[in-house]
């Protein structure tokens, strides 16, 4: 049998840390510091949480995914599926405030904490240096304040760990990437069922759709070279034909050419085979629907794939929260092609 201590050896020491915070928040032995998760004690047990919720350990995620979704649902270029929306806020105010190109997601998070469908979020966010890490938000304020993508790896799982253990909320919603995403199934299918840190309590995941997250000093760096040095907002990858990543401050917005970002990838975002993070009850991108980068940048598109996801999108839909306009023909396909070429060139690296 392995012990925790395979983590650092057989993940840490490979190169396959996804920095999700899976591991860290149930003890002392784990930690984070600039953007890397840090070992600090060898660890001689056999059957530890860090271990279990790793989604980079060996895992059956085909087993997962049929524990806690519909098998025939599945698309096997994307996962689950039940329907494919084009989607932004319907307040302004959301999609004009720094929220990643139509709110979605901030629009969701606030609708389902007002509305009972959670009691409290965790999202990728930054402390007050700017540097990555999750954040617990229980109020709308703190969850409009967390808005829009850096393309930073926060450690969010280490604090939805630390909110689980004070088991003080019963339906904590969170907001993943794909590796994080796994991690939190695996923590929902409780493989160690008497320490499973009241895995219960975990209520609606959404999922971010991503191609790749960025080493967090070279992108600090990258970042204040591109802006003088001002506090980026969010940032943004333009679609293919641009080649550019935009920094967004409060004097403006200004780009980089991809060919100084693409070096910066981290090297097990490049083994990722999920583009469409495909365990969520629903996932969300930017729009990519071939109306154009004007248009496209001001909405979402969402995949619904479980009940849970149908059921609150529907009520923000019909509350005016969100609004919707007409799926272009051929956007599915375009999708499943995008997630299908993500998956090949995973098989090719790995």
Same mark, same amino acid.
């Given at each position: 049998?392995?012990?925790?201590?395979?983590?650092?050896?057989?993940?840490?020491?490979?190169?396959?840390?996804?920095?999700?915070?899976?591991?860290?928040?149930?003890?002392?032995?784990?930690?984070?510091?600039?953007?890397?998760?840090?070992? #600090?004690?060898?660890?001689?047990?056999?059957? &530890?949480?860090?271990?279990? *919720?790793?989604?980079?350990?060996?895992?059956?995620?085909?087993?997962?995914?049929?524990? *806690?979704?519909?098998?025939?649902?599945?698309i096997?270029?994307?996962?689950?599926?039940?329907?494919l #929306?084009?989607?932004?806020?319907?307040?302004?105010?959301?999609?004009?405030?720094?929220?990643?190109?139509?709110?979605?997601?901030?629009?969701?998070?606030?609708? %389902?904490m007002?509305?009972?469908?959670?009691? %409290?979020?965790?999202?990728?966010?930054e402390d007050?240096?700017? =540097?990555?890490? /999750?954040?617990?938000?229980?109020?709308?304020?703190?969850?409009?304040? %967390?808005?829009?993508?850096?393309?930073?790896?926060?450690?969010?799982?280490?604090?939805? =760990?630390?909110?689980?253990?004070?088991?003080?909320?019963?339906?904590?919603?969170?907001?993943?990437?794909?590796? @994080?995403?796994? %991690?939190?199934?695996?923590?929902?299918?409780?493989?160690?069922?008497?320490?499973?840190? =009241?895995?219960?309590?975990? &209520?609606?995941?959404?999922?971010?759709?991503?191609?790749?997250?960025?080493e967090?000093?070279g992108?600090?760096?990258?970042?204040? @070279?591109?802006? &003088?040095?001002e506090?980026?907002?969010?940032?943004?990858?333009?679609?293919?034909?641009?080649?550019?990543?935009e920094?967004?401050?409060?004097?403006?917005?200004?780009?980089?050419?991809?060919d100084?970002?693409?070096?910066?990838?981290?090297?097990?975002?490049?083994?990722?085979?999920?583009?469409?993070?495909?365990?969520?009850?629903?996932?969300?991108? &930017?729009?990519?629907? /071939?109306?154009?980068?004007?248009?496209?940048?001001?909405?979402?598109?969402?995949?619904?794939?479980?009940? @849970?996801?149908?059921?609150? *999108?529907?009520a923000?839909?019909?509350? /005016?929260?969100?609004?919707?306009?007409?799926?272009?023909? /051929?956007?599915?396909?375009?999708?499943?092609?995008?997630?299908?070429?993500? @998956?090949?060139?995973?098989?090719?690296?790995?």
């Open positions: 049998m392995l012990s925790t201590f395979a983590l650092d050896t057989q993940v840490i020491k490979k190169g396959l840390c996804t920095g999700c915070g899976a591991c860290q928040g149930m003890c002392p032995y784990w930690g984070s510091k600039d953007g890397r998760t840090i070992c #600090y004690f060898d660890c001689e047990r056999h059957d &530890g949480r860090c271990q279990a *919720f790793c989604p980079s350990m060996p895992t059956d995620y085909k087993a997962l995914r049929e524990k *806690f979704f519909d098998p025939a649902s599945v096997p270029e994307m996962g689950p599926f039940k329907a #929306y084009v989607v932004r806020a319907a307040d302004a105010s959301i999609r004009e405030g720094g929220a990643q190109h139509g709110g979605t997601v901030t629009a969701l998070l606030e609708f %389902a007002k509305n009972g469908f959670m009691d %409290a979020a965790v999202l990728g966010g007050e240096k700017g =540097n990555p890490a /999750g954040v617990f938000a229980t109020t709308v304020e703190e969850v409009r304040k %967390a808005s829009g993508s850096k393309f930073k790896i926060p450690p969010t799982l280490a604090t939805l =760990n630390k909110a689980l253990a004070a088991d003080e909320y019963q339906k904590i919603g969170v907001v993943a990437t794909p590796c @994080k995403a796994k %991690a939190v199934y695996k923590m929902k299918s409780k493989p160690l069922p008497e320490r499973d840190n =009241n895995a219960d309590n975990i &209520g609606l995941v959404i999922g971010l759709f991503c191609g790749w997250g960025l967090w000093d992108l600090t760096e990258l970042s204040a @070279k591109t802006t &003088g040095g506090k980026v907002s969010h940032s943004d990858i333009l679609p293919s034909k641009y080649h550019s990543m920094f967004t401050t409060t004097s403006g917005t200004k780009s980089v050419d991809l100084e970002v693409l070096p910066l990838v981290r090297d097990v975002c490049k083994t990722c085979d999920d583009m469409t993070c495909e365990f969520a009850d629903l996932s969300v991108g &930017g729009a990519r629907t /071939g109306d154009g980068w004007d248009v496209d940048k001001g909405w979402n598109q969402v995949i619904i794939r479980s009940e @849970k996801g149908e059921e609150l *999108f529907k923000a839909l019909e509350a /005016g929260v969100i609004e919707i306009r007409k799926t272009p023909e /051929g956007a599915l396909e375009k999708i499943k092609v995008a997630s299908a070429n993500k @998956k090949e060139k995973a098989k090719e690296i790995s």
